[in-house]
């Protein structure tokens, strides 16, 4: 046999190797369970509600109320200081800075999403998302208006308030309200939503995930945390008690039992979102868990009374980070608010 057809031969049976090879990993490439993804959903575009109708005047008039400083009593805070919506509506705080400088006592969620909760606020005090935006305004520890009174007193001082409400709701006598400017801010809100690559997937685009993010997914399920981070919002849909399998080392707060005054819910939380998490720590009700491998991790010890290696929490992480979604720029653009008038009451530190 001569070289050059030995060459050949050689080149040949080279390239069948490489193509069983190829072949081979692609066998191998991970698989996902399509019958685990039906306990999961892709985001809608908005959350509606038969309550609270949706309108371009009212998601207007919302945005404005949404990143207005004068609906608080010193001036210099709006939904938006505790909820940035360019930080993926988060403040990044262990827990926020409130009037003359007072701490809360609660980490604040991110309100991307939110609408879609069952409940709002960690206990679960508000129903939704308008319901929870009056309780910061009136709150002395957070924005600290005296009363609805100065709230509409405010509003009203202002002539193109008064416009974008009568555009808002041009069926109403009286439509500068309390409970008009929550519906607005709340309306706003129901549409800042974020699908992510995992959204994709779900809706049927395999390549919309890597072979390592399918591992991760994998590996959350086999871990257990589907049982309270599953449906579109990977959470938000239950309370769950924290410490479910090992008790948690900090009980100081009681959780929802504040509210229902029953010992049964003490500490119980509404399961937060696991929408965006890689961009919404410090974890937990408290903010005290810096980092989301740490979260995991003791999500791991504490609700499913298993101790995740490290290999287990970096897939999961990995997992998780295909949850992020992008911003819509556009749509929560700070607009242009109206100018004080001599009726504008004056920021005030008492």
Not at 136 to 160: D, Q, R
Not at 276 to 305: C, S, W
Not at 307 to 326: A, H, K, W
Request: aromatic share 8%; charged share 25%.
């Amino acid at each position: 046999m001569n070289s050059k057809l030995l060459q050949l031969l050689v080149a040949t049976a080279s390239l069948i190797a490489a193509g069983l090879y190829l072949a081979g990993c692609k066998s191998q490439a991970v698989q996902v369970n399509p019958g685990q993804l039906e306990m999961f959903k892709p985001l809608t575009a908005a959350v509606a509600s038969e309550k609270n109708p949706i309108t371009e005047a009212k998601v207007n008039l919302g945005r404005m109320l949404y990143y207005e400083t004068r609906l608080s009593r010193s001036q210099d805070i709006s939904c938006n200081t505790c909820h940035d919506l360019a930080k993926y509506g988060v403040d990044g705080e262990r827990v926020s800075d409130g009037f003359k400088g007072q701490k809360g006592t609660r980490n604040a969620p991110t309100v991307y999403n939110a609408a879609g909760h069952f409940v709002q606020f960690w206990d679960g005090r508000a129903a939704d998302v308008e319901e929870q935006a009056k309780g910061p305004i009136l709150n002395p520890v957070e924005m600290a208006m005296a009363s609805e009174k100065e709230i509409v007193a405010t509003l009203k001082s202002m002539p193109e308030y008064v416009d974008a409400f009568q555009k808002a709701y041009p069926d109403e006598k009286e439509p500068v309200t309390f409970e008009n400017a929550a519906r607005a801010i709340g309306a706003f809100e129901r549409k800042l939503i974020t699908p992510s690559r995992w959204d994709k997937f779900l809706d049927g685009d395999q390549a919309a995930l890597t072979d390592a993010e399918k591992a991760g997914f994998n590996k959350y399920m086999a871990a257990g945390c589907q049982a309270c981070h599953a449906g579109a919002y990977m959470g938000g849909e239950v309370y769950q008690r924290l410490g479910a399998m090992v008790p948690y080392p900090d009980t100081t707060d009681p959780g929802r039992a504040a509210i229902t005054k029953q010992d049964a819910d003490r500490m119980f939380f509404k399961v937060p979102s696991l929408r965006n998490i890689e961009k919404t720590g410090p974890y937990f009700h408290n903010g005290r868990v810096g980092t989301l491998e740490d979260a995991v991790k003791d999500m791991g010890q504490y609700q499913l009374g298993k101790q995740l290696s490290p290999n287990e929490v970096s897939s999961i992480v990995v997992f998780l980070r295909t949850l992020t979604g992008e911003i819509p720029a556009e749509y929560v653009k700070p607009p242009q608010l109206p100018k004080s008038t001599a009726k504008t009451p004056k920021p005030s530190r008492t």
